[in-house]
């Protein structure tokens, strides 16, 4: 069983950074974790899930919705099998829980419905 697990959230003032972290446990992914999709999602209270970015399995290519491009920068760490997300100059409409998603399915991964594994979340509040 695929584990994710999220850490790195927390309480910041507007402008500033946070980076979360996506630990990875389970079958798999001590030797195949960079044929994984690795995706991030975030839910607002109130409002739907929405996809924040993603990272493929073949070259590394990198996503991001309009709302984050430029302030936010998905990586890997390959080495601790961990999915990050750096995210700089935060704003208060950034506030939500945050999730981490793999999968082995082929493709951009910028829709929820295609992932197969999920983490718990981390809580990321943002305040002016």
């Known amino acids: 069983q695929v584990q994710l697990g999220e850490s790195g959230g927390g309480l910041v003032q507007a402008g500033g950074s946070l980076r979360l972290s996506c630990a990875t446990t389970?079958?798999?992914?001590?030797?195949?974790?960079?044929?994984?999709?690795m995706g991030w999602f975030r839910q607002a209270p109130g409002k739907e899930r929405e996809f924040v970015s993603s990272?493929?399995?073949?070259?590394?290519?990198?996503y991001y919705a309009n709302s984050v491009k430029g302030r936010f920068t998905i990586f890997r760490d390959k080495a601790k099998n961990s999915a990050l997300l750096e995210m700089n100059n935060l704003k208060p409409e950034d506030t939500a829980v945050y999730y981490c998603?793999?999968?082995?399915?082929?493709?951009?991964?910028?829709?929820?419905?295609?992932?197969?594994?999920w983490g718990q979340g981390t809580q990321v509040t943002i305040f002016s």
């Open positions: 998603a793999a999968t082995l399915r082929s493709g951009a991964g910028t829709f929820g419905s295609h992932y197969d594994y």
């Open positions: 389970g079958p798999g992914f001590g030797v195949s974790f960079s044929w994984y999709v």
């Open positions: 990272m493929v399995r073949t070259d590394d290519s990198t």
